[in-house]
């Protein structure tokens, strides 16, 4: 048989590797009645392995997943913002080939954006069937429905495919309180939303750059304990008083009387803490 485009094909290098080095080639035809009954021809052989030649030095693309979009921040090597975008998706009432379909497009976009940059990509280390049963203090009800339909390892296995396709390195990374962190520390401070602001945290996390707590929030005794100790008590009172996203990018106001009259009274304070002063 012949393939008639095969010189457009964007695996026409694979088969022309696997030609050349004497590789087997597996080959699959069939018809598809829902396709208007075309046939079709499937090749599966060894591809080489390609080396990784875009990496954390250039900096780093953070991926956020939200509801109804996916948050994508390119970070530089020194820690700053070069790059946003917010990638939006339907994703209910859709087919899973349809779902497959709109996640290889992202994915796509996304090592593009990592090729054209010549940096790594990171993405939150736990999985979506663990992160199903983990409450954090960051997720609504609307993402938990999205986790919920998303098909096991979908996005991250088209992800991992890809970017070892094109040498990008992926790192995955602890996805703890990254979206508490995104809204405090740079939300209002470079005016984005809560998705971007999470991918920057991620992205930087995987710059292995810190994310110290401002200095008004934190306590006398706690000085000497691991920065997420911190953010875990902050979060723990977002998620208690049930403050909304988007009173976040006001957070001095919203966690003013929380930390200063209620919850910290709790731990009897010598004095009282002003946030938006930083007395």
């Known amino acids: 048989f012949s393939v008639s485009d095969r010189d457009g094909r964007y695996r026409a290098t694979d088969l022309d590797y696997a030609i050349n080095n004497f590789k087997p080639i597996t080959i699959q035809v069939f018809r598809r009645e829902h396709k208007q009954d075309n046939w ?19 900096g780093c693309l953070g991926i956020d997943f939200n509801a109804e979009s996916i948050s994508v921040a390119y970070v530089k090597w020194d820690g700053n913002i070069e790059y ?17 379909t709109t996640m290889r497009n992202i994915v796509a976009h996304i090592v593009k954006l990592a090729d054209f940059f010549e940096c790594a ?48 390195e992926l790192i995955k ?11 405090i520390n740079y939300m209002a401070k470079y005016g ?20 110290k ?26 998620k208690l008083h049930r403050i909304r996203r988007t009173q976040l990018f006001q957070w001095r106001k919203a966690l003013e009387g929380i930390l200063t009259y209620s919850l910290w009274a709790e731990h009897q304070l010598s004095q009282q803490v002003h946030i938006e002063t930083g007395e």
């Open 121 to 168: 990509i990171a993405i939150e280390s736990l999985d979506f069937t663990k992160k199903k049963s983990i409450a954090r203090s960051e997720e609504s009800k609307v993402y938990n429905a999205m986790l919920s339909n998303l098909s096991t390892g979908m996005f991250r296995e088209a992800l991992e495919s890809r970017c070892r396709r094109f040498g990008v």
């Open 84 to 100: 946003l975008e917010d990638i939006s998706y339907q994703w209910k009432n859709k087919t899973t080939g349809s779902r497959q």
């Open 213 to 238: 707590i401002p200095q008004c929030l934190l306590r006398p005794e706690d000085v000497n304990k691991h920065d997420w100790s911190h953010w875990r008590r902050v979060a723990s009172f977002i």
């Open 192 to 211: 984005l939303n809560s998705g971007t602001a999470a991918a920057l945290v991620i992205g930087r996390r995987a710059l292995k750059l810190s994310e």
């Open 173 to 183: 990374v602890n996805p703890a309180f990254t979206s508490v962190i995104g809204m």
């Open 40 to 58: 079709y021809v499937h090749l599966s052989t060894y591809v080489p392995e390609i080396p990784v030649v875009h990496t954390r030095k250039n």
